[in-house]
């Protein structure tokens, strides 16, 4: 199997084990100085990323749309979409974000060290948010 073809595999074991809930599956998926920043701006360690799973959120629908590897030796950048339907703490979060995973090798396997999320997705010709009439 390829560098490019582990990779997106990783990405798919991580896609699934984020529908899954499965948080036992992230300590052999991502990296021990693994990083997540979410959408909003918080920043989850390893641990902590693990730990949503083990609370009140459940991903209802959980992928990753069109990801793109770049290798750059034992580095490998994915970009993608990530859809998602979830309800976390009582609100439902049904949306799409721009998804930035950096993978890197590790003796003969791939972790995630790093995922970075933005959005929610919206149309390119809409205005920004803050640009918006209010009302």
Do not use: Y
Not at 17 to 32: I, K, N, P, T, V
Not at 42 to 70: M, S, T, Y
């Amino acid at each position: 199997m390829s560098s490019q073809e582990q990779v997106l595999d990783l990405v798919r074991r991580w896609a699934r084990a984020e529908l899954d809930g499965d948080a036992d599956a992230f300590d052999d998926l991502l990296g021990e100085d693994f990083a997540g920043i979410g959408p909003v701006g918080f920043k989850l360690d390893k641990r902590q990323w693990a730990a949503r799973h083990r609370g009140d959120l459940k991903n209802h629908h959980f992928e990753i749309l069109d990801p793109q590897v770049r290798l750059h030796g034992d580095t490998a950048i994915v970009g993608g979409v990530q859809e998602q339907r979830t309800s976390v703490r009582g609100h439902e979060v049904n949306d799409s974000f721009r998804l930035t995973l950096v993978a890197v090798k590790q003796g003969e396997r791939w972790v995630i060290a790093n995922i970075q999320l933005s959005g929610p997705l919206q149309d390119p010709s809409a205005p920004p948010p803050f640009a918006r009439k209010q009302g």
